[in-house]
Protein backbone atom coordinates (compact mmCIF):
# COMPACT_ATOMS: atom_id res chain seq x y z
CA UNK A 1 0.00 0.00 0.00
CA UNK A 2 1.02 3.57 -0.28
CA UNK A 3 0.05 6.36 2.48
CA UNK A 4 -2.46 8.00 -0.13
CA UNK A 5 -5.11 5.80 1.15
CA UNK A 6 -4.95 7.75 4.60
CA UNK A 7 -8.07 9.15 5.47
CA UNK A 8 -7.98 11.90 2.51
CA UNK A 9 -11.03 14.81 4.05
CA UNK A 10 -9.00 14.41 7.59
CA UNK A 11 -5.39 15.54 5.80
CA UNK A 12 -7.59 17.66 3.32
CA UNK A 13 -8.41 19.41 6.14
CA UNK A 14 -5.13 19.42 7.65
CA UNK A 15 -3.35 20.65 4.48
CA UNK A 16 -5.59 23.66 4.15
CA UNK A 17 -5.24 24.90 7.66
CA UNK A 18 -1.56 24.80 7.54
CA UNK A 19 -1.02 26.37 4.07
CA UNK A 20 -3.30 29.16 5.46
CA UNK A 21 -1.64 29.76 8.58
CA UNK A 22 1.62 29.75 6.45
CA UNK A 23 -0.17 32.03 4.02
CA UNK A 24 -1.06 34.64 7.29
CA UNK A 25 2.42 34.88 9.14
CA UNK A 26 4.23 35.35 6.03
CA UNK A 27 2.09 38.05 5.01
CA UNK A 28 2.25 40.14 8.20
CA UNK A 29 5.94 39.25 8.46
CA UNK A 30 6.89 41.00 5.45
CA UNK A 31 4.09 43.81 6.09
CA UNK A 32 6.52 44.45 9.24
CA UNK A 33 9.10 44.06 7.56
CA UNK A 34 9.25 45.92 4.04
CA UNK A 35 10.72 43.42 2.19
CA UNK A 36 9.23 40.40 0.23
CA UNK A 37 9.27 36.57 0.77
CA UNK A 38 10.55 34.83 -2.31
CA UNK A 39 7.71 31.78 -2.72
CA UNK A 40 9.39 28.58 -4.23
CA UNK A 41 6.63 25.71 -5.15
CA UNK A 42 8.41 22.56 -5.24
CA UNK A 43 7.74 19.12 -6.18
CA UNK A 44 9.65 15.72 -5.37
CA UNK A 45 11.15 14.08 -8.38
CA UNK A 46 8.61 10.85 -9.48
CA UNK A 47 11.01 7.95 -8.62
CA UNK A 48 12.30 9.50 -5.35
CA UNK A 49 11.88 7.33 -2.18
CA UNK A 50 10.04 10.83 -1.18
CA UNK A 51 6.84 11.80 -2.56
CA UNK A 52 5.05 14.94 -2.19
CA UNK A 53 5.35 18.66 -2.39
CA UNK A 54 6.18 21.91 -0.84
CA UNK A 55 6.22 25.69 -0.75
CA UNK A 56 9.06 27.11 0.42
CA UNK A 57 8.80 30.85 1.42
CA UNK A 58 12.16 33.22 2.50
CA UNK A 59 12.58 36.67 2.87
CA UNK A 60 16.32 37.76 3.05
CA UNK A 61 18.30 40.83 3.71
CA UNK A 62 15.13 42.65 4.66
CA UNK A 63 15.49 45.69 7.06
CA UNK A 64 14.33 43.76 10.05
CA UNK A 65 14.89 40.18 9.30
CA UNK A 66 18.26 39.04 7.82
CA UNK A 67 16.52 35.60 7.11
CA UNK A 68 13.31 34.49 7.56
CA UNK A 69 12.44 31.31 6.33
CA UNK A 70 8.68 29.71 6.50
CA UNK A 71 8.15 25.98 4.94
CA UNK A 72 4.94 23.96 4.69
CA UNK A 73 5.32 20.78 3.21
CA UNK A 74 3.30 17.51 2.37
CA UNK A 75 5.01 14.23 1.84
CA UNK A 76 4.66 10.30 1.56
CA UNK A 77 6.92 7.66 2.17
CA UNK A 78 6.85 4.55 2.09
CA UNK A 79 8.68 3.94 5.26
CA UNK A 80 9.03 5.60 8.69
CA UNK A 81 12.42 6.56 9.36
CA UNK A 82 13.73 5.75 12.76
CA UNK A 83 14.26 9.59 14.20
CA UNK A 84 10.23 9.59 13.78
CA UNK A 85 9.34 6.39 15.50
CA UNK A 86 11.24 6.35 19.02
CA UNK A 87 8.23 6.90 21.15
CA UNK A 88 6.46 4.74 18.39
CA UNK A 89 8.87 1.37 17.96
CA UNK A 90 5.30 -0.33 16.68
CA UNK A 91 5.26 2.07 13.40
CA UNK A 92 9.58 1.29 12.61
CA UNK A 93 9.01 1.02 8.76
CA UNK A 94 5.20 1.80 8.01
CA UNK A 95 4.19 3.89 5.06
CA UNK A 96 3.61 7.34 6.27
CA UNK A 97 2.11 10.83 5.61
CA UNK A 98 3.58 14.00 6.97
CA UNK A 99 2.92 17.22 7.01
CA UNK A 100 3.39 20.50 8.76
CA UNK A 101 4.53 24.31 8.78
CA UNK A 102 7.67 25.37 10.04
CA UNK A 103 9.28 28.40 10.36
CA UNK A 104 12.71 30.38 11.68
CA UNK A 105 13.28 33.97 11.81
CA UNK A 106 16.33 35.25 12.06
CA UNK A 107 15.90 39.30 13.00
CA UNK A 108 19.06 42.24 12.19
CA UNK A 109 18.53 43.97 15.30
CA UNK A 110 20.39 41.73 18.13
CA UNK A 111 18.09 43.09 20.79
CA UNK A 112 15.07 41.26 19.15
CA UNK A 113 15.49 37.45 19.41
CA UNK A 114 14.94 34.58 17.01
CA UNK A 115 11.89 32.77 17.29
CA UNK A 116 10.97 29.32 16.08
CA UNK A 117 7.79 27.86 15.53
CA UNK A 118 6.77 24.62 13.88
CA UNK A 119 3.06 22.61 13.25
CA UNK A 120 2.83 18.75 12.00
CA UNK A 121 0.79 15.95 11.61
CA UNK A 122 1.52 12.77 10.87
CA UNK A 123 0.06 9.53 10.20
CA UNK A 124 1.42 6.34 9.55
CA UNK A 125 -0.68 2.68 8.73
CA UNK A 126 0.55 -0.20 11.07
CA UNK A 127 1.10 -3.71 10.28
CA UNK A 128 -2.50 -4.49 11.64
CA UNK A 129 -3.76 -1.89 8.95
CA UNK A 130 -4.74 0.39 11.56
CA UNK A 131 -4.27 3.89 10.61
CA UNK A 132 -2.59 6.11 13.61
CA UNK A 133 -2.61 9.89 13.16
CA UNK A 134 -0.32 12.31 15.62
CA UNK A 135 0.06 15.69 16.21
CA UNK A 136 3.35 17.99 17.34
CA UNK A 137 4.25 20.89 17.25
CA UNK A 138 5.47 24.31 19.27
CA UNK A 139 7.27 27.33 19.52
CA UNK A 140 10.47 28.57 21.27
CA UNK A 141 11.89 31.40 21.92
CA UNK A 142 15.79 32.38 21.51
CA UNK A 143 17.31 36.12 23.11
CA UNK A 144 20.65 37.02 22.20
CA UNK A 145 19.80 40.18 24.90
CA UNK A 146 17.62 38.84 27.56
CA UNK A 147 14.03 40.90 28.35
CA UNK A 148 12.41 39.56 31.30
CA UNK A 149 8.99 41.10 30.00
CA UNK A 150 9.31 39.14 26.51
CA UNK A 151 10.23 35.77 27.70
CA UNK A 152 6.98 36.29 30.09
CA UNK A 153 4.31 37.48 27.09
CA UNK A 154 6.00 34.45 25.28
CA UNK A 155 5.16 32.32 27.68
CA UNK A 156 1.87 33.39 29.08
CA UNK A 157 0.98 33.51 25.24
CA UNK A 158 1.57 29.35 24.60
CA UNK A 159 -0.28 29.22 28.02
CA UNK A 160 -3.39 30.84 26.84
CA UNK A 161 -2.92 28.75 23.45
CA UNK A 162 -3.26 25.60 25.57
CA UNK A 163 -5.46 26.64 27.81
CA UNK A 164 -9.18 25.09 26.38
CA UNK A 165 -7.36 21.41 26.14
CA UNK A 166 -6.73 21.17 30.01
CA UNK A 167 -4.67 22.83 32.50
CA UNK A 168 -2.15 20.69 32.45
CA UNK A 169 -0.91 21.09 28.94
CA UNK A 170 0.96 23.62 28.93
CA UNK A 171 2.97 22.42 32.42
CA UNK A 172 4.35 19.65 30.33
CA UNK A 173 4.56 21.15 26.97
CA UNK A 174 6.87 23.83 28.81
CA UNK A 175 8.85 20.93 30.31
CA UNK A 176 9.33 19.30 27.15
CA UNK A 177 10.26 22.09 25.40
CA UNK A 178 13.35 22.85 28.25
CA UNK A 179 14.30 18.98 27.74
CA UNK A 180 14.10 19.21 23.84
CA UNK A 181 15.87 22.30 23.68
CA UNK A 182 18.58 21.53 25.46
CA UNK A 183 22.33 21.42 23.93
CA UNK A 184 24.06 18.07 25.72
CA UNK A 185 27.55 19.12 24.61
CA UNK A 186 27.43 22.77 26.18
CA UNK A 187 25.40 21.76 29.01
CA UNK A 188 23.19 24.93 27.78
CA UNK A 189 19.28 25.79 27.10
CA UNK A 190 19.28 27.19 23.45
CA UNK A 191 16.71 29.96 24.36
CA UNK A 192 14.23 30.99 27.14
CA UNK A 193 11.76 28.00 25.59
CA UNK A 194 8.56 28.13 25.31
CA UNK A 195 6.30 24.97 24.20
CA UNK A 196 7.10 21.49 22.32
CA UNK A 197 4.84 18.27 22.20
CA UNK A 198 5.23 15.09 19.84
CA UNK A 199 3.49 12.14 19.26
CA UNK A 200 -0.03 13.72 20.28
CA UNK A 201 -3.32 12.32 19.92
CA UNK A 202 -5.10 11.75 23.54
CA UNK A 203 -7.87 14.24 22.50
CA UNK A 204 -9.08 12.26 19.61
CA UNK A 205 -8.49 13.81 16.11
CA UNK A 206 -10.39 16.66 16.69
CA UNK A 207 -9.55 18.39 19.68
CA UNK A 208 -5.80 17.05 19.43
CA UNK A 209 -6.09 18.94 15.43
CA UNK A 210 -7.78 21.88 17.57
CA UNK A 211 -4.75 22.20 19.97
CA UNK A 212 -1.99 22.16 16.80
CA UNK A 213 -4.32 25.23 15.59
CA UNK A 214 -4.41 26.91 18.80
CA UNK A 215 -0.66 26.75 18.77
CA UNK A 216 -0.21 28.02 15.19
CA UNK A 217 -2.88 30.96 15.14
CA UNK A 218 -0.71 32.22 18.63
CA UNK A 219 2.31 32.12 17.12
CA UNK A 220 1.89 36.06 15.80
CA UNK A 221 0.68 37.10 19.15
CA UNK A 222 3.57 35.82 21.12
CA UNK A 223 5.98 37.06 18.91
CA UNK A 224 5.01 40.57 16.97
CA UNK A 225 4.30 42.42 19.97
CA UNK A 226 7.94 41.47 20.87
CA UNK A 227 9.64 42.68 17.61
CA UNK A 228 8.02 46.09 17.88
CA UNK A 229 9.20 46.61 21.04
CA UNK A 230 12.86 45.89 20.04
CA UNK A 231 13.65 46.40 16.52
CA UNK A 232 14.56 50.51 16.70
CA UNK A 233 17.15 49.79 19.80
CA UNK A 234 20.26 51.01 19.13
CA UNK A 235 23.19 48.72 18.99
CA UNK A 236 27.14 48.42 18.00
CA UNK A 237 29.63 45.94 16.87
CA UNK A 238 29.66 44.44 20.35
CA UNK A 239 25.62 43.57 20.45
CA UNK A 240 26.48 42.26 16.75
CA UNK A 241 29.22 40.15 17.96
CA UNK A 242 28.02 38.38 20.35
CA UNK A 243 24.64 38.00 18.14
CA UNK A 244 26.87 36.27 15.75
CA UNK A 245 28.60 34.35 18.23
CA UNK A 246 25.55 32.78 20.03
CA UNK A 247 23.84 32.11 16.45
CA UNK A 248 26.30 29.53 16.24
CA UNK A 249 24.91 27.59 19.05
CA UNK A 250 21.53 27.35 16.91
CA UNK A 251 23.29 25.81 14.07
CA UNK A 252 24.79 23.47 16.78
CA UNK A 253 21.72 22.23 18.10
CA UNK A 254 19.70 22.00 14.90
CA UNK A 255 22.74 20.31 12.81
CA UNK A 256 23.50 18.03 15.86
CA UNK A 257 20.46 17.24 17.99
CA UNK A 258 17.37 18.26 16.00
CA UNK A 259 15.22 15.38 15.21
CA UNK A 260 13.41 17.79 12.89
CA UNK A 261 16.49 18.40 10.88
CA UNK A 262 17.68 14.52 10.81
CA UNK A 263 14.19 13.59 9.85
CA UNK A 264 14.48 15.82 6.77
CA UNK A 265 18.06 14.41 6.00
CA UNK A 266 17.38 11.09 7.08
CA UNK A 267 14.37 10.83 4.37
CA UNK A 268 15.50 12.46 1.70
CA UNK A 269 13.79 15.69 2.28
CA UNK A 270 14.80 18.97 0.47
CA UNK A 271 18.05 19.90 1.86
CA UNK A 272 17.64 23.89 0.76
CA UNK A 273 13.93 23.97 2.59
CA UNK A 274 15.42 22.35 5.48
CA UNK A 275 17.66 24.17 6.58
CA UNK A 276 16.08 27.45 6.14
CA UNK A 277 16.52 27.46 9.68
CA UNK A 278 20.41 28.40 9.42
CA UNK A 279 21.73 31.54 10.43
CA UNK A 280 22.65 34.39 7.48
CA UNK A 281 25.88 34.90 8.98
CA UNK A 282 27.32 33.25 11.98
CA UNK A 283 30.40 33.08 13.92
CA UNK A 284 33.02 30.71 16.04
CA UNK A 285 35.33 32.08 18.44
CA UNK A 286 37.42 29.68 21.29
CA UNK A 287 35.88 30.29 24.84
CA UNK A 288 34.06 33.54 24.57
CA UNK A 289 32.87 33.89 27.84
CA UNK A 290 31.40 37.35 28.50
CA UNK A 291 32.78 39.71 31.67
CA UNK A 292 31.12 38.85 34.50
CA UNK A 293 28.01 41.20 35.09
CA UNK A 294 27.93 42.17 31.64
CA UNK A 295 23.99 41.53 29.82
CA UNK A 296 26.01 38.65 27.59
CA UNK A 297 26.83 37.44 31.34
CA UNK A 298 23.22 37.59 32.07
CA UNK A 299 21.67 35.79 28.81
CA UNK A 300 23.48 33.18 30.54
CA UNK A 301 22.89 32.77 34.03
CA UNK A 302 19.22 34.68 33.67
CA UNK A 303 17.69 33.15 30.63
CA UNK A 304 19.46 29.98 29.25
CA UNK A 305 18.37 28.50 32.19
CA UNK A 306 15.14 26.12 33.28
CA UNK A 307 12.68 28.78 35.24
CA UNK A 308 9.02 29.46 35.45
CA UNK A 309 7.87 32.24 33.48
CA UNK A 310 4.49 32.51 34.42
CA UNK B 1 39.58 -2.18 34.69
CA UNK B 2 40.84 1.28 33.43
CA UNK B 3 42.68 1.56 30.22
CA UNK B 4 45.80 2.48 31.99
CA UNK B 5 46.80 -1.12 31.60
CA UNK B 6 47.55 -1.10 28.24
CA UNK B 7 50.80 -0.90 26.78
CA UNK B 8 52.72 2.13 28.42
CA UNK B 9 56.02 1.99 26.77
CA UNK B 10 53.93 2.07 22.86
CA UNK B 11 51.77 4.24 23.96
CA UNK B 12 54.33 6.95 25.31
CA UNK B 13 55.97 6.59 21.86
CA UNK B 14 52.98 7.96 20.67
CA UNK B 15 52.57 10.69 22.30
CA UNK B 16 56.08 11.84 22.17
CA UNK B 17 55.27 11.42 18.53
CA UNK B 18 52.15 13.78 18.07
CA UNK B 19 53.18 15.92 20.49
CA UNK B 20 56.12 17.32 18.62
CA UNK B 21 53.93 17.04 15.64
CA UNK B 22 51.58 19.31 16.85
CA UNK B 23 54.83 21.80 18.31
CA UNK B 24 56.43 21.51 14.80
CA UNK B 25 53.09 22.48 12.64
CA UNK B 26 51.86 25.21 14.47
CA UNK B 27 55.26 26.41 15.05
CA UNK B 28 55.54 26.77 10.96
CA UNK B 29 52.01 28.06 10.89
CA UNK B 30 52.83 31.11 13.57
CA UNK B 31 55.91 31.71 11.66
CA UNK B 32 54.12 31.94 8.02
CA UNK B 33 51.28 34.40 9.73
CA UNK B 34 53.10 36.36 12.01
CA UNK B 35 50.01 35.69 14.63
CA UNK B 36 50.73 33.48 17.81
CA UNK B 37 48.79 30.71 18.80
CA UNK B 38 46.86 30.64 21.96
CA UNK B 39 48.37 27.70 23.78
CA UNK B 40 45.26 26.46 26.45
CA UNK B 41 46.21 22.89 28.26
CA UNK B 42 43.00 21.49 29.42
CA UNK B 43 42.85 18.26 31.94
CA UNK B 44 39.52 16.56 32.71
CA UNK B 45 38.36 16.76 36.20
CA UNK B 46 38.49 13.37 38.43
CA UNK B 47 34.89 11.95 38.45
CA UNK B 48 34.09 12.93 34.73
CA UNK B 49 33.72 9.69 32.50
CA UNK B 50 36.35 10.35 30.04
CA UNK B 51 39.83 11.30 31.86
CA UNK B 52 42.61 12.45 30.18
CA UNK B 53 44.60 15.74 28.92
CA UNK B 54 45.19 17.72 25.88
CA UNK B 55 46.76 20.75 24.65
CA UNK B 56 44.52 23.03 22.28
CA UNK B 57 45.97 25.78 20.45
CA UNK B 58 44.36 28.05 18.37
CA UNK B 59 45.39 31.38 15.94
CA UNK B 60 42.47 33.27 15.60
CA UNK B 61 42.15 36.73 13.35
CA UNK B 62 45.63 36.57 12.18
CA UNK B 63 46.46 38.10 8.54
CA UNK B 64 46.87 34.67 6.84
CA UNK B 65 45.01 32.28 9.07
CA UNK B 66 41.51 33.54 10.29
CA UNK B 67 41.30 30.39 12.21
CA UNK B 68 43.36 27.70 12.71
CA UNK B 69 42.96 25.56 15.64
CA UNK B 70 45.58 22.59 16.37
CA UNK B 71 44.87 20.18 19.41
CA UNK B 72 46.10 17.24 21.10
CA UNK B 73 44.34 15.15 23.36
CA UNK B 74 44.59 11.58 24.81
CA UNK B 75 41.88 10.85 26.65
CA UNK B 76 40.67 7.11 28.72
CA UNK B 77 37.09 5.75 29.01
CA UNK B 78 35.57 3.16 30.40
CA UNK B 79 33.24 2.37 27.01
CA UNK B 80 34.04 2.58 23.17
CA UNK B 81 31.13 4.84 22.37
CA UNK B 82 29.26 3.56 18.47
CA UNK B 83 30.60 6.09 16.26
CA UNK B 84 34.08 4.19 16.93
CA UNK B 85 32.95 0.65 16.68
CA UNK B 86 31.64 0.90 13.63
CA UNK B 87 33.68 -1.62 12.03
CA UNK B 88 34.91 -3.90 15.38
CA UNK B 89 31.43 -4.67 16.74
CA UNK B 90 32.84 -7.23 18.68
CA UNK B 91 34.84 -3.36 20.95
CA UNK B 92 31.41 -1.91 21.65
CA UNK B 93 31.47 -0.89 25.44
CA UNK B 94 35.18 -1.62 25.60
CA UNK B 95 37.84 0.40 28.00
CA UNK B 96 39.70 2.22 25.55
CA UNK B 97 42.20 4.47 25.09
CA UNK B 98 42.31 7.58 22.49
CA UNK B 99 45.03 9.78 21.39
CA UNK B 100 45.42 12.03 18.22
CA UNK B 101 46.55 15.43 16.59
CA UNK B 102 43.65 17.22 14.85
CA UNK B 103 44.20 20.34 12.71
CA UNK B 104 41.80 22.57 10.72
CA UNK B 105 43.04 25.48 9.55
CA UNK B 106 40.98 27.88 7.82
CA UNK B 107 42.88 31.33 5.81
CA UNK B 108 41.47 34.12 4.97
CA UNK B 109 42.03 34.90 1.44
CA UNK B 110 39.31 32.69 -0.56
CA UNK B 111 42.39 31.36 -2.73
CA UNK B 112 43.89 30.09 -0.01
CA UNK B 113 42.09 26.51 0.45
CA UNK B 114 40.84 25.28 3.76
CA UNK B 115 42.32 22.25 5.18
CA UNK B 116 42.20 19.02 7.65
CA UNK B 117 44.68 16.70 9.08
CA UNK B 118 44.17 14.52 11.72
CA UNK B 119 46.57 11.11 13.23
CA UNK B 120 45.29 9.07 15.97
CA UNK B 121 45.56 5.72 17.51
CA UNK B 122 43.36 4.06 19.23
CA UNK B 123 43.38 1.22 21.26
CA UNK B 124 40.86 -1.39 23.57
CA UNK B 125 41.05 -4.02 25.32
CA UNK B 126 38.38 -7.09 24.45
CA UNK B 127 36.13 -9.24 26.49
CA UNK B 128 38.51 -11.80 25.72
CA UNK B 129 41.31 -9.82 27.70
CA UNK B 130 43.66 -9.00 24.42
CA UNK B 131 44.74 -5.35 23.88
CA UNK B 132 43.72 -4.32 20.10
CA UNK B 133 45.53 -1.07 19.04
CA UNK B 134 44.55 0.62 15.59
CA UNK B 135 45.44 3.55 13.93
CA UNK B 136 43.61 6.37 12.01
CA UNK B 137 43.64 9.68 10.13
CA UNK B 138 44.63 11.19 6.91
CA UNK B 139 44.51 14.91 5.30
CA UNK B 140 41.99 16.45 2.83
CA UNK B 141 41.62 19.88 0.93
CA UNK B 142 38.92 22.27 0.60
CA UNK B 143 39.02 25.23 -1.90
CA UNK B 144 36.85 28.00 -2.49
CA UNK B 145 38.45 28.13 -5.71
CA UNK B 146 40.22 25.70 -7.69
CA UNK B 147 43.72 25.33 -8.53
CA UNK B 148 43.94 22.00 -10.84
CA UNK B 149 48.51 22.45 -9.80
CA UNK B 150 47.07 22.94 -6.02
CA UNK B 151 45.02 19.69 -5.84
CA UNK B 152 47.93 17.78 -7.96
CA UNK B 153 50.28 18.16 -5.34
CA UNK B 154 48.55 17.87 -2.60
CA UNK B 155 47.48 14.41 -3.73
CA UNK B 156 50.74 13.78 -5.21
CA UNK B 157 52.09 14.62 -1.66
CA UNK B 158 49.74 12.17 0.30
CA UNK B 159 50.94 9.60 -2.29
CA UNK B 160 54.76 9.47 -1.61
CA UNK B 161 53.96 9.40 2.16
CA UNK B 162 52.29 6.06 1.55
CA UNK B 163 54.56 4.73 -0.86
CA UNK B 164 57.29 2.91 1.55
CA UNK B 165 53.98 1.44 3.06
CA UNK B 166 52.55 -0.52 0.02
CA UNK B 167 51.84 0.79 -3.63
CA UNK B 168 48.30 -0.31 -2.33
CA UNK B 169 47.67 2.10 0.28
CA UNK B 170 47.46 5.64 -1.18
CA UNK B 171 44.62 4.21 -4.19
CA UNK B 172 42.76 2.41 -1.00
CA UNK B 173 42.67 5.54 1.05
CA UNK B 174 42.29 8.16 -1.56
CA UNK B 175 38.88 6.40 -2.23
CA UNK B 176 37.94 5.72 1.11
CA UNK B 177 38.55 9.82 2.08
CA UNK B 178 36.22 10.55 -1.07
CA UNK B 179 33.84 8.24 0.24
CA UNK B 180 33.74 9.67 4.11
CA UNK B 181 33.72 13.41 2.91
CA UNK B 182 30.99 13.28 1.04
CA UNK B 183 28.12 15.33 1.66
CA UNK B 184 24.98 13.13 1.39
CA UNK B 185 22.21 16.22 2.02
CA UNK B 186 23.99 17.92 -0.87
CA UNK B 187 25.15 14.92 -2.79
CA UNK B 188 28.29 16.92 -2.83
CA UNK B 189 32.25 16.03 -1.94
CA UNK B 190 33.53 18.39 0.57
CA UNK B 191 36.42 19.31 -1.44
CA UNK B 192 39.39 17.70 -3.50
CA UNK B 193 39.95 15.05 -1.16
CA UNK B 194 42.96 13.77 -0.16
CA UNK B 195 44.06 10.72 1.89
CA UNK B 196 41.75 9.01 5.02
CA UNK B 197 42.09 5.58 6.57
CA UNK B 198 41.09 4.12 9.84
CA UNK B 199 40.80 0.75 12.08
CA UNK B 200 44.30 0.71 10.62
CA UNK B 201 46.67 -2.42 11.96
CA UNK B 202 47.18 -4.52 9.50
CA UNK B 203 50.95 -4.04 9.10
CA UNK B 204 51.57 -4.49 12.88
CA UNK B 205 52.41 -2.17 15.43
CA UNK B 206 55.57 -0.45 14.28
CA UNK B 207 54.68 -0.75 10.69
CA UNK B 208 51.37 1.02 10.95
CA UNK B 209 52.82 3.69 13.64
CA UNK B 210 55.17 4.99 10.31
CA UNK B 211 52.83 4.93 8.45
CA UNK B 212 50.62 7.45 10.37
CA UNK B 213 54.20 9.04 11.05
CA UNK B 214 54.61 9.70 7.55
CA UNK B 215 51.47 10.79 7.01
CA UNK B 216 51.50 13.45 9.96
CA UNK B 217 55.08 14.07 8.66
CA UNK B 218 53.95 15.03 5.36
CA UNK B 219 51.07 17.40 5.98
CA UNK B 220 53.46 20.50 6.20
CA UNK B 221 55.33 19.86 2.78
CA UNK B 222 51.08 19.04 1.42
CA UNK B 223 49.50 22.34 2.45
CA UNK B 224 52.03 25.29 3.30
CA UNK B 225 53.35 25.61 -0.84
CA UNK B 226 49.56 26.13 -1.58
CA UNK B 227 49.16 29.15 1.05
CA UNK B 228 52.67 30.43 -0.05
CA UNK B 229 51.26 30.24 -3.78
CA UNK B 230 47.93 32.06 -3.00
CA UNK B 231 47.96 34.07 0.07
CA UNK B 232 48.76 37.37 -1.67
CA UNK B 233 46.43 36.95 -4.34
CA UNK B 234 44.05 39.98 -4.89
CA UNK B 235 40.37 39.24 -4.49
CA UNK B 236 36.92 41.11 -3.61
CA UNK B 237 33.84 40.56 -1.73
CA UNK B 238 32.49 38.64 -4.72
CA UNK B 239 35.25 35.84 -3.45
CA UNK B 240 34.75 36.73 0.29
CA UNK B 241 30.97 36.07 -0.24
CA UNK B 242 31.59 33.04 -1.97
CA UNK B 243 34.03 31.55 0.66
CA UNK B 244 31.68 32.56 4.04
CA UNK B 245 28.89 30.27 2.17
CA UNK B 246 31.31 27.69 1.27
CA UNK B 247 32.10 27.30 4.67
CA UNK B 248 28.86 26.33 5.70
CA UNK B 249 28.77 23.21 4.13
CA UNK B 250 32.09 22.51 6.03
CA UNK B 251 29.95 23.41 9.32
CA UNK B 252 27.20 20.95 7.67
CA UNK B 253 29.37 18.25 7.30
CA UNK B 254 31.81 18.23 10.15
CA UNK B 255 28.28 18.23 12.67
CA UNK B 256 26.03 16.39 10.60
CA UNK B 257 28.58 13.29 9.06
CA UNK B 258 31.70 13.99 11.24
CA UNK B 259 32.18 10.44 12.83
CA UNK B 260 35.48 12.31 14.65
CA UNK B 261 33.00 15.20 15.95
CA UNK B 262 30.42 12.66 17.35
CA UNK B 263 33.09 10.80 19.15
CA UNK B 264 33.85 13.42 20.57
CA UNK B 265 30.74 14.85 21.42
CA UNK B 266 28.73 11.55 22.33
CA UNK B 267 31.80 10.23 24.50
CA UNK B 268 31.71 13.79 26.47
CA UNK B 269 34.83 15.49 24.93
CA UNK B 270 35.84 19.05 25.53
CA UNK B 271 33.70 21.05 23.08
CA UNK B 272 35.56 23.73 22.68
CA UNK B 273 38.57 21.50 21.34
CA UNK B 274 36.10 19.36 18.96
CA UNK B 275 34.67 22.49 17.50
CA UNK B 276 37.89 24.06 16.76
CA UNK B 277 37.69 22.78 13.41
CA UNK B 278 34.50 25.87 12.75
CA UNK B 279 35.26 28.81 10.86
CA UNK B 280 35.58 32.07 12.41
CA UNK B 281 32.62 32.98 10.18
CA UNK B 282 30.19 31.39 7.94
CA UNK B 283 26.74 32.15 5.78
CA UNK B 284 24.01 30.70 4.73
CA UNK B 285 21.73 31.34 1.87
CA UNK B 286 19.10 30.07 -0.43
CA UNK B 287 19.56 28.10 -3.38
CA UNK B 288 22.54 29.70 -3.95
CA UNK B 289 23.90 28.56 -7.72
CA UNK B 290 26.55 29.97 -9.36
CA UNK B 291 26.48 31.48 -13.19
CA UNK B 292 27.33 29.22 -15.62
CA UNK B 293 30.77 29.22 -16.65
CA UNK B 294 31.77 31.01 -13.32
CA UNK B 295 34.81 30.50 -11.49
CA UNK B 296 32.61 29.35 -8.39
CA UNK B 297 30.63 26.83 -11.16
CA UNK B 298 33.99 25.45 -11.64
CA UNK B 299 34.15 24.52 -8.07
CA UNK B 300 31.21 22.46 -8.31
CA UNK B 301 31.85 20.65 -11.66
CA UNK B 302 35.57 20.48 -12.01
CA UNK B 303 36.83 20.20 -8.27
CA UNK B 304 34.05 19.52 -5.94
CA UNK B 305 34.09 15.67 -8.10
CA UNK B 306 35.50 12.18 -7.12
CA UNK B 307 38.94 12.53 -10.08
CA UNK B 308 41.93 10.94 -10.56
CA UNK B 309 44.59 14.08 -9.51
CA UNK B 310 47.72 11.81 -9.61
Not at 31 to 50: R, V, Y
Not at 62 to 67: A, I, K, L
Not at 81 to 110: C, D, I, K, Y
Not at 170 to 191: M, S, T, V
Request: net charge neutral.
Amino acid sequence: MTAQNLNAPRTDAVRRYLQGLQARITTAIAKLDGAAFLTDAWQKAPGETLQGSGITQILEGGPVFERAGCGFSHVRGPSLPPSATQHRPELAGAPFEAMGVSLVFHPRNPYVPTVHMNVRMLAAKGRDGQEVCWFGGGMDLTPYYGFEEDAVHFHATCKTALAPYGDDKYPRFKIWCDEYFYLKHRAEQRGVGGIFFDDFSELGFDDSFGLMQSVGDSFLTAYLPLVERRKEMVYGERERAFQLYRRGRYVEFNLVWDRGTHFGLQSGGRTESILLSMPPLVSWSYQNVPEAGSPEADLYSKFLVRKEWV
